[in-house]
């Protein structure tokens, strides 16, 4: 640990319930959870082997409550050095209405700046899959554009497009990175080249080998897969993507309204 680095020490854990019902290790997390509500972002919690010594648990029960803090997104993981306090206020991914939100745009929302570093920008043929939620023909020539979001210094999301060359007949590694991918489209077609709509999942992943070095995590990171079918705004497919996001740094957040004509299970169902 640093001399000038803040850390809370073991001590801020009381004895487990054996009788509980409740697992150890997440009796632990509660714990952590509830005191680090009223600390700072980049507090160091008790170590593994801090946790081990104060309740006489095993390696693995204290690596697990960590574990299920970084799932909350309440705390950071940083390999070599320790679990700290994360950043509260994180981006918002919303379904605010006036603009399709790109990850870079909702990053700069949350006050964040960006940048958008291309990995790969190439034209290819498109794969089955990729052909067919795009409503193309397989082998249709596509863009694959892979790209990191870097967000104050720290690499947040890895993302891989692809977009019609029929729709999108010019991409730059210069623009992108100038931008980003949805403002080059705004540029390159006006507003009618930029997607206006998107049906999007989150689910959650594991970081394998490629992601967590690009986002510079260990292997097996908790992450966010997002995938996003974009629309132009006469229903043209015109992207789509796979994102592994730091879950850390972004929220979702929605509005239900339980009044409409259309209850959100039938909208799951709509083609």
Not at 64 to 80: F, H, M, S, T
Not at 101 to 118: C, I, K
Request: with cysteine.
């Amino acid at each position: 640990m640093r001399d000038d680095e803040e850390a809370l020490g073991a001590d801020v854990l009381r004895d487990l319930d054996t009788d509980s019902h409740v697992s150890r290790y997440r009796q632990i997390a509660d714990q952590l959870a509830a005191v680090i509500l009223d600390q700072r972002p980049g507090v160091r919690l008790p170590s593994e082997f801090e946790i081990v010594q104060r309740l006489s648990v095993s390696r693995a029960t204290a690596t697990q409550a960590l574990r299920d803090l970084e799932q909350r997104g309440l705390v950071i993981r940083r390999q070599g050095r320790g679990t700290f306090v994360a950043d509260s206020s994180r981006a918002i991914r919303s379904n605010r209405p006036g603009i399709l939100p790109s990850f870079s745009e909702d990053l700069r929302a949350a006050g964040r700046q960006t940048r958008e570093q291309v990995i790969t920008l190439e034209v290819i043929g498109a794969p089955s899959e990729i052909a067919a939620t795009l409503g193309l023909v397989a082998g249709d020539d596509v863009w694959r554009v892979e790209r990191l979001i870097v967000s104050d210094g720290d690499p947040v999301v890895h993302l891989t497009s692809w977009l019609p060359c029929a729709l999108v007949p010019t991409l730059t590694r210069s623009a992108i990175e100038q931008g980003s991918l949805y403002e080059q489209l705004e540029k390159i077609e006006g507003s009618p080249g930029r997607p206006c709509s998107a049906d999007e999942q989150w689910t959650a992943a594991s970081a394998l080998t490629e992601t967590a070095n690009l986002l510079a995590v260990p292997r097996h990171t908790p992450v966010m897969r997002v995938t996003r079918t974009a629309y132009l705004h006469d229903q043209r497919a015109v992207e789509y993507s796979i994102s592994y996001v730091r879950g850390e740094i972004f929220a979702v957040s929605l509005h239900i309204d339980a009044h409409r004509h259309r209850s959100l299970a039938q909208i799951a169902e709509a083609p």
